[in-house]
C-alpha cells in the first residue's frame, strides 16, 4: 500500500494553506475592495497569525500578484475557444467583447490588475516584462510585440500556425502550452495574433508596428472597462451597444446576422423617414372642394 512520504505530506499542506490564504484574500477583496485586505484580515479569515502567512506571502502586494495572475489565468480561459476563429477580423471582434465581459463580470479582480498599481499588471504580465527589462512596472503590449522571443499562446490548438506580432524580429507561431507559460502573456499573445494578421492582409496600416495597433485597441476596450467600473452616467445606452459601435469602428460593420448597433438603426429610421417625406412632397396637392350653396 502506498504511503505518503513526510516530505510530500508537508508539500501538500504548504499548497493546501497558500490556496487557503489566496481564497481568503480573494473573497475580503470581492467583498471589500482591495483597500481593505490586509495580511491580519486574511489571517482572521483563516484563523492563522499572521506570522504563518508571511512563510507563505512576502507581503500583501505578493498575494495582490497572485491573484493578478489568477485573474489572467480567468481571462485566457474565455480566449482560447475564440482564438479558433478563422476571420481575423470576427475573432478580434469576439476577443474584444469577451475582454469587456470579463471586466464587467470581474470588477473587483479587474480593478486589482489594471487600476490599482502598475506594479500589479507588471508582475501579472512577468515574462514579458523580463524579457523587455522591465520587470515590476506596467509592461506596454508594443514590448511583448518586439522582443524577438516566441510566446506561446497557452492551450490554443488551431489547425494552422497563426502569426504573432513582432516588428522587430518577424513572425512567431502559437505553440501548444507549457507548464511556467505566463497566462497574461498568453492571452494578449491571441489578441496580438489576430492583429497581426489583419496587418499581413493589408486591412491595416503596413506604416504602423502591430504593437502600436495593439495598444491602441487595448486601451479602447480598457476605456470602456474602466468607464463602466467608475462612471455612474456611463454608458447611456446599454453596453453591448457601445461596445460594437466601438469594433465597428476599428474593424468595419458587423456581419450578417450580428445585431444592428444604435448608428445603423438610426440610419435606419432616417431613412425611412426621408423616403416618407419625399413621398408625401410627391404626392399633388388636392384643393378643398368649394362650399355647396
Known amino acids: ?14 499548497q493546501a494553506l497558500r490556496e487557503r490564504i489566496l481564497d481568503a484574500a480573494r473573497r475580503i477583496v470581492m467583498r ?32 495582490a500578484q497572485a491573484l493578478c495572475a489568477e485573474g489572467y489565468a480567468q481571462l485566457l480561459q474565455t480566449f482560447v475557444p475564440l482564438a479558433q476563429i478563422a476571420d481575423p477580423t470576427e475573432r478580434l471582434k469576439a476577443l474584444g467583447r469577451a475582454y469587456v465581459a470579463f471586466g464587467v463580470e470581474h470588477p473587483e479582480t479587474y480593478r486589482l490588475i489594471f487600476m490599482e498599481d502598475p506594479s500589479y499588471t507588471g508582475a501579472a504580465l512577468g515574462a514579458a516584462a523580463a524579457a523587455s527589462g522591465a520587470a515590476g512596472a506596467g509592461t506596454p503590449v508594443a514590448a511583448i510585440a518586439d522582443t524577438g522571443a516566441p510566446v506561446e499562446a497557452a492551450g490554443i490548438t488551431a489547425p494552422e500556425t497563426a502569426a504573432v506580432g513582432s516588428a522587430a524580429s518577424g513572425q512567431a507561431s502559437l505553440a501548444p502550452p507549457k507548464p511556467d507559460d505566463d497566462p497574461g502573456d498568453a492571452a494578449l499573445t491571441i489578441m496580438i495574433s489576430a492583429i497581426e494578421e489583419l496587418k499581413a492582409a493589408g486591412r491595416l496600416s503596413a506604416s504602423m508596428d502591430v504593437g502600436v495597433w495593439a495598444e491602441a485597441f487595448w486601451a479602447t476596450l480598457h476605456g470602456i472597462v474602466a468607464l463602466n467600473l467608475t462612471c455612474p452616467v456611463f454608458p447611456g445606452a446599454p453596453l453591448d451597444t457601445v461596445v460594437g459601435v466601438a469594433l465597428d469602428t476599428w ?22 423617414s426621408a423616403e416618407a417625406d419625399t413621398q ?5 396637392a388636392t384643393r378643398p372642394k368649394a362650399a355647396s350653396a
Not at 456581419?255 to 425611412?272: E, F, L, Y
Open 1 to 14: 500500500m502506498y504511503r505518503m512520504g513526510i516530505v510530500e505530506r508537508k508539500s501538500r499542506q504548504k
Open 32 to 63: 471589500e475592495g482591495f483597500a481593505a485586505l490586509s495580511m491580519r484580515k486574511i489571517a482572521d479569515a483563516i484563523e492563522y497569525s499572521p506570522a504563518t502567512l508571511y512563510l507563505h506571502f512576502a507581503s500583501r502586494d505578493e498575494i
Open 251 to 272: 474593424l468595419g460593420t458587423q456581419g450578417a446576422g450580428q445585431p444592428r448597433d444604435v448608428t445603423s438603426v438610426s440610419r435606419s429610421r432616417k431613412k425611412k
Open 280 to 284: 408625401s412632397n410627391a404626392k399633388p
